[in-house]
Protein backbone atom coordinates (compact mmCIF):
# COMPACT_ATOMS: atom_id res chain seq x y z
CA UNK A 1 0.00 0.00 0.00
CA UNK A 2 1.35 3.25 -0.69
CA UNK A 3 1.13 6.37 1.30
CA UNK A 4 -2.44 8.52 1.90
CA UNK A 5 -1.05 11.51 -0.41
CA UNK A 6 -0.30 9.10 -3.45
CA UNK A 7 -2.96 5.93 -3.94
CA UNK A 8 -1.70 3.37 -6.00
CA UNK A 9 -3.67 2.54 -9.34
CA UNK A 10 -5.65 -0.05 -7.99
CA UNK A 11 -6.57 1.96 -5.01
CA UNK A 12 -7.78 4.25 -7.10
CA UNK A 13 -9.66 1.96 -8.65
CA UNK A 14 -11.58 0.14 -6.25
CA UNK A 15 -12.02 3.47 -4.51
CA UNK A 16 -14.03 4.97 -7.63
CA UNK A 17 -15.57 1.55 -8.42
CA UNK A 18 -17.09 1.95 -4.65
CA UNK A 19 -18.72 4.79 -6.26
CA UNK A 20 -19.72 3.54 -10.16
CA UNK A 21 -20.91 0.09 -8.68
CA UNK A 22 -23.58 1.67 -6.35
CA UNK A 23 -25.36 2.78 -9.57
CA UNK A 24 -26.12 -1.00 -10.26
CA UNK A 25 -26.52 -2.31 -6.52
CA UNK A 26 -27.30 0.31 -4.53
CA UNK A 27 -24.87 -1.00 -1.69
CA UNK A 28 -24.03 -4.80 -2.04
CA UNK A 29 -21.39 -4.00 -4.59
CA UNK A 30 -19.69 -0.94 -2.77
CA UNK A 31 -20.38 -2.95 0.56
CA UNK A 32 -18.41 -5.69 -0.26
CA UNK A 33 -15.56 -3.61 -2.10
CA UNK A 34 -15.12 -1.63 1.06
CA UNK A 35 -15.15 -4.85 3.23
CA UNK A 36 -12.47 -6.72 1.44
CA UNK A 37 -10.36 -3.57 0.92
CA UNK A 38 -10.32 -1.16 4.11
CA UNK A 39 -7.89 -2.64 6.14
CA UNK A 40 -5.31 -3.02 3.28
CA UNK A 41 -6.02 0.54 2.01
CA UNK A 42 -6.98 3.92 4.27
CA UNK A 43 -8.04 5.41 0.47
CA UNK A 44 -10.30 3.04 -0.05
CA UNK A 45 -11.24 2.68 3.62
CA UNK A 46 -11.99 6.78 3.54
CA UNK A 47 -14.16 6.23 0.29
CA UNK A 48 -16.41 3.05 1.91
CA UNK A 49 -17.15 5.88 4.83
CA UNK A 50 -18.02 8.23 2.38
CA UNK A 51 -20.22 6.52 0.18
CA UNK A 52 -21.92 4.61 3.51
CA UNK A 53 -22.33 8.14 5.00
CA UNK A 54 -23.27 9.70 1.86
CA UNK A 55 -26.13 6.43 1.67
CA UNK A 56 -27.14 7.36 5.30
CA UNK A 57 -27.66 10.94 5.11
CA UNK A 58 -29.51 10.82 1.78
CA UNK A 59 -31.80 8.03 3.03
CA UNK A 60 -32.98 10.26 5.73
CA UNK A 61 -33.03 13.01 3.34
CA UNK A 62 -35.50 10.76 1.43
CA UNK A 63 -37.32 9.40 4.30
CA UNK A 64 -38.10 13.15 5.27
CA UNK A 65 -39.40 14.36 2.18
CA UNK A 66 -41.60 11.09 1.75
CA UNK A 67 -43.22 12.64 4.75
CA UNK A 68 -43.53 16.07 3.13
CA UNK A 69 -45.03 15.05 -0.12
CA UNK A 70 -47.88 15.45 2.00
CA UNK A 71 -47.84 19.06 2.07
CA UNK A 72 -46.61 18.92 -1.35
CA UNK A 73 -43.04 20.46 -0.74
CA UNK A 74 -41.68 16.99 -0.47
CA UNK A 75 -42.05 16.13 -4.17
CA UNK A 76 -40.17 18.30 -5.34
CA UNK A 77 -37.55 17.62 -2.46
CA UNK A 78 -37.52 14.11 -4.16
CA UNK A 79 -36.70 15.17 -7.15
CA UNK A 80 -33.99 17.51 -6.32
CA UNK A 81 -32.52 14.21 -4.30
CA UNK A 82 -32.48 12.08 -7.02
CA UNK A 83 -30.65 14.66 -9.13
CA UNK A 84 -28.27 14.87 -6.56
CA UNK A 85 -26.92 11.84 -5.69
CA UNK A 86 -26.69 11.21 -9.52
CA UNK A 87 -24.82 14.04 -9.74
CA UNK A 88 -22.43 13.65 -6.63
CA UNK A 89 -21.72 10.12 -7.44
CA UNK A 90 -20.39 10.41 -10.38
CA UNK A 91 -18.05 13.61 -9.03
CA UNK A 92 -16.92 11.31 -6.33
CA UNK A 93 -16.13 8.49 -8.66
CA UNK A 94 -14.38 11.12 -11.20
CA UNK A 95 -12.43 12.21 -7.86
CA UNK A 96 -11.69 9.15 -6.05
CA UNK A 97 -10.19 7.92 -9.76
CA UNK A 98 -7.80 10.96 -9.49
CA UNK A 99 -6.64 10.22 -6.24
CA UNK A 100 -8.11 12.86 -4.37
CA UNK A 101 -10.51 12.60 -1.34
CA UNK A 102 -13.69 14.10 -1.81
CA UNK A 103 -16.19 15.10 0.61
CA UNK A 104 -20.18 14.66 -0.74
CA UNK A 105 -21.98 18.11 0.57
CA UNK A 106 -24.81 17.77 2.75
CA UNK A 107 -23.47 14.52 3.94
CA UNK A 108 -23.87 13.64 8.18
CA UNK A 109 -20.18 12.15 9.05
CA UNK A 110 -21.67 9.35 11.43
CA UNK A 111 -19.06 6.22 10.16
CA UNK A 112 -15.67 7.48 11.02
Known amino acids: MEG ?18 SLFT ?9 LIKKDES ?4 YHGKEYFNFLIS ?3 YVFISSILVIILIGAL ?15 AAIRAYEGKRYQ ?9
Do not use: C, K, M, Q
Request: hydrophobic share 65%; charged share 10%; net charge neutral.
Open 77 to 91: FLWILGILVVIFTII
Open 26 to 34: VFIGPLVIW
Open 104 to 112: IPFVIRIIR
Open 4 to 21: LNTPSNDERLLAAAIYVS
Open 42 to 45: SFVD
Open 58 to 60: YGI
